[in-house]
């Protein structure tokens, strides 16, 4: 009895998705903008890798071209100005750091809306009051938080690093609407974002030569770091977790060949 | 219960003594994970349920810990697991055992689920011991579903959104309830505390269910690869320390395993949309729920077209949870009186084609919503009905099994160093 | 585990009687799953103290230009409740006048303020007993028996230097860290 309604109930949901499977739907349009879009281009990080960790050098030339390029248009509201410490600063950097932006507050007398220096148990704020202030002052989109920006899209560190460097002349017919520029790098090959960096934008405190490129490489991998501060906690604690439970692993397998050597005995030779 | 040549208990000091007079709870614990008699032939596959148990405290405890510090409420949610991340002591540590433990949960549960369908495990005498197995793998996708929403990232919300918009497939019924489930007619703040009292809840109650799983296991005492009863003390071993030891090497291992991911890739496992906050206002390129769903995914979206008067979006509906329903009704599906595989040919080959079927869903589930992939999700989904409940019934009918050993203890006899031939 | 046909004193690993010797692998093994445990154990119990942003220095700027001499005002630092005094200097020289053998927690007022600002008394305003806020920093609160702080709970009196001087309290109000940014401000923290 209970085969027969199996047998039914299986062919009619079979049924339902075979009628759906040959039912002819038109072929899918190639998406033209598909053969557009690339792929994020190869490059390298030092904290990449099993054993890599953060360039310290490269993240203080990072936070360099954010503050004085990015900040203008981009919070950076998860990340405490007192964590600056794992860039290398000392507390009276950070403390200057800080005291370069301004964070919302309260007039102590009147009580009317007002401003005071960061200090270092702030957060970066953001450029803006609100959404609604940040959207009408860039042609309707919103430039987003950077906090966690490495994170929260697919490729990561090398797509940060290709849209930065990505821009260039619209191929022959392709319409780039009004506010945005062409970024075949960007999902849709257009981006609201105007081409941020130009060489020498910025003079590096250690000399090093501000390229497009290798501005573009050190914010990004300040960034990571602004989305991963504890990576390098997290990877050192990893190689003495997995150095001990190998050793654990060894122990026990051990252990268990004496215990079951009287139940398994000696292995026959045709096993 | 199991064996009646199982080790009993003996009380070896006054305290024991007087306490097992009163509660026997120490009795309870010597003879479930003591001298509780297993077959001796038990492989690997036979780890995966202790292993279960295993990421089900990891869950409880990292959940509990984790709930120390997250705000459940959506203008705050998303900074306070960010203010894990960075600021709670090892919050970091924490929260992606968490996250990563959900899918090791399942990784798990899944293997312990096809070592049952491969080694008959579901066949009487055990049948209420696979169909509470069903109820537990209901209440983690439930919890699983749940927790997501937690972060309240862009996928948290439009995944719950997705969800619980599958409700309005039913008729008349399906509006109310997804108000009543929301707390709103949309997704927000009632629903985010509503998910997170839920999320908190349930893990007890599969803690409970699992009692019940063991509970009922240890009556007739576990299966083994050859699928044939135990006769006698020759065909056991007590638990302790042969399987003790043995599920430590088990735990060892997945702890190595799961290590290499929360430290080394923690978020592979993950979706990068759910590091952006829940925006009501933009919908993501493509909504895809964690990958422990895409097969199911894969067979909710594989239906097309109306058929037969009921719409295609309630068809999904219902094929997506039929697929998980009908596994509750697969010891009468299958009526072998053969229990393994071994000894199962054909049986052994529809096995195999399952497990390439799950696959292949699996991959359609994640992939976007456009050919090749929906007619490869209508072909698969298809095999996987006609697989539970037209080829398993009838296979289990015409097959000719292999023979079966006469006994566990039979082949594995250190003494006999050569074959004897059968009887 | 001893089929009927093998003597347990056959089984390796046995003794005599069956028992199984306490191989040494299977002490390090248990030794090694026990460190374990503990190792794990500990960012479990880490995670419920202060987190990073909670123990950051919170400082506190208090502009004192607005307490007049005789005044006081409460402010709130890190949780507490903080007692900032503008003394006169009558008050300032009786309590440098008091003998240290008076007083159970023995301190000299130039010991709890800043030099050359000897009029401004910064403690905090929590009762050093069971940790009741006292009275005596708002218009019109009983200073107690001592001209300083009265604390309500348990009748502790603290004087004008906010040392106790009388009641169950042990120890005199705690001066939290601070400093002078200007002649007419301060930095808690």
Known sequence: ?271 | MSFHWAKPYEPKNAVSKWVDERLPLPRLIVESLGTYEAPKNLNYWWNFGSLAGLFLVVQLVTGIVLAMHYAAHETVAFASVERIMRDVNFGWLIRYMHANGASFFFIVVYIHIFRGLYYGSYKAPRELIWMLGVVIFLLMMATAFLGYVLPWGQMSFWGAQVITGLFTALPIVGEPIQTLLLGAPFVGNPALNKFFSLHYLLPFVIAGVVILHVWALHIPGSNNPLGIDVKGPQDTVPFHPYYTIKDLVGVVVALLVFSAFVFFMPNMLGHPDNYIPANPLATPAHIVPEWYFWPFYAILRAFTIDFLGIQAKLWGVLAMFAAILLLLFLPWLDSSRVRSARFRPTYKWLFWFLVADVLILGYCGQAPAEEPYVRISQFASAYYFIHFLILVPLVARIETPKPLPRSIADPVLPSEAVAQPAE | MATAETPAAAQPGTTEEGVRRRDFIHIATGAFVAGGGAMAAWPFISQMNPAADTRALSTVEVDLAPIAVGQAIKVMWQGKPVFIRNRPEEEVAKERAVSLSDLRDPETDQQRVKEGHDNWLVTLGVCTHLGCVPLGAAQGEPKGEYGGYFCPCHGSHYDASGRIRKGPAPKNLEVPQYAFKTPTSIVIG
Request: net charge negative; proline share 8%.
């Open chain 1, 1 to 271: 009895m209970i085969r027969f309604v199996s047998y039914g109930v299986g062919a009619i949901f079979t049924l339902a998705l075979l009628v759906g499977a040959f039912t002819p739907r038109e072929a899918p349009e190639p998406d033209p903008i598909k053969a557009i879009e690339r792929a994020p281009k190869q490059v390298t990080f030092a904290h990449e890798g099993i054993f890599g960790l953060y360039d310290r050098a490269q993240l203080q030339r990072g936070f360099q071209v954010y503050k004085e390029v990015c900040a203008a248009c981009h919070g950076l509201e998860l990340v405490a100005f007192r964590t600056m410490e794992d860039l290398g600063y000392n507390e009276d950097e950070i403390k200057a750091i800080a005291a370069a932006y301004e964070v919302p507050a309260i007039d102590e007398k009147t009580g009317e809306d007002s401003t005071r220096p960061a200090i270092p148990s702030d957060t970066f704020p953001s450029p803006y009051a609100n959404d609604v202030a940040a959207s009408a002052a860039n042609g309707g989109k919103i430039p987003p938080d950077l906090s966690l920006i490495v994170k929260a899209r697919p490729g990561h560190e090398a797509y940060i690093y290709s849209v930065l460097t990505g821009y260039e002349e619209a191929p022959e017919g392709f319409e780039v609407p009004e506010g945005g520029e062409f970024n075949p790098y960007f999902p849709g090959a257009v981006i609201g974002m105007p081409k941020p960096l130009s060489d020498d934008q910025v003079t590096y405190e250690d000399g090093t030569p501000a390229t497009v490129d290798q501005m573009s490489k050190d914010v990004t991998a300040f960034l990571a770091w602004a989305g991963e501060p504890k990576m390098e906690n997290r990877k050192r604690m990893g190689m003495g977790v997995i150095a001990f439970l190998s050793v654990l692993l060894v122990l026990s397998i051990i252990s268990y060949k004496k215990i079951w050597a009287d139940v398994k005995g000696p292995k026959p030779h045709d096993s």
